[in-house]
């Protein structure tokens, strides 16, 4: 089975983001929305959290509008219909609260 | 088959009802007999401390529920060797010897297994 | 498909919008919302009582607009909502109290309902925290 892990802590002063990575298997994908899409700010420690890795990157994309932050060439920028069916297309949703 | 439901508590004991509120989906799983998981991960760790003191603070005792969980049917219980480690938590005494010490990789695996997650 | 989706944060907090813009897109995408289930802080976004500024979103009301209008299945979980003191009429009788913060099209309810929502769904989708 295959998991969509869903963020929304800013990755600065949170242990979501590390805690996350550390246990998010090969088949799953990682969606980051609201104040987890700052972990994008280049050069940042989250940041090289999420390229030290091969990882499904996805970003709602008006949550990186509204921050003013660029999407990286390996994340997927998404709306509402495709967070949609990218919960259907993975077998469970894991949103961290 | 019902569908099976893991939920991980990351909220430590004394930091508002979160923690008690995420036993409560537990306990509410465990009483339909429903297939049901907990996983203490992070903060949520420290639920398993030895001699903690719920009436210091005026508090039910959260450690008293949580020893009920087998009582309840709930038997899947893990805790995250990681999370205890990096907050020097010693395992060896935790108030809930049910609880399996996983590595991450086993977490995988586990959050893999079931058919839906919670994490609180 | 059919989704359960469950919200747990309070009414001015942004995954409470998000879960209600996913719930609007699941069911435009020819999608079922079997059940909406308010836990902890999510309790708020149930409540009439929330006067919500006019030049901002007013997230309680357009829920029970949803709702109403698609007539989904709007469970509170009631432990959570009598500790918030988001209380119906039945059960601001039953504890004395003045406030009647939630009616139509709301119900007050157990968390089997959660339960039972995600055994009958085809994902459990939450929203919380930030």
Known sequence: MSTLHVLSHSPFGDDRLTSCLRVIGTNDALLLTGDAVYALQPGTAPFNALNARPLNLFVLAEDAQARALAIPDAARAIDYPAFVELSIHYDKVNSWL | MPKSLLIISRQAPWSGPNAREALDIVLAGGAFDLPIGLLFMDDGVFQLAAKQDAKALQQKDLSANLQALPMFGVEDLFVCGDSAAE?????????????????????????????????? | ??????????????????????????????????RLFFYQDGVYNASGS????????????????????????????????LRRGVLNEEEAGRYQRDAVAVGVPWELSGLGQLHDAVQDADRLICFGGA
């Not at chain 3, 006019?54 to 009301?61: I, S, T």
């Not at chain 3, 829920?63 to 109403?68: D, E, G, I, P, T």
Request: charged residues 20%; hydrophobic residues 50%.
């Open chain 2, 87 to 120: 907050r020097g938590l010693d395992l060896d005494g935790r108030s809930l010897e049910e609880a399996r010490v996983l590595t991450a990789q086993e977490i995988t695996a586990l959050i893999d297994r079931y058919d839906q997650v919670i994490t609180l």
């Open chain 3, 1 to 34: 498909m059919k989704f359960a989706i469950a919200l747990f944060s309070a009414a001015h907090a942004p995954s409470s919008r998000r879960a209600l813009l996913f719930a609007q897109a699941a069911l435009a995408g020819g999608h079922e919302i079997v």
């Open chain 3, 50 to 81: 929330v006067v919500t500024p006019q030049d901002e979103q007013d997230l309680p009301k357009q829920w029970r607009a949803f709702v109403s209008e698609h007539q989904l299945d709007g469970v509170v979980c009631i432990a959570a909502a």
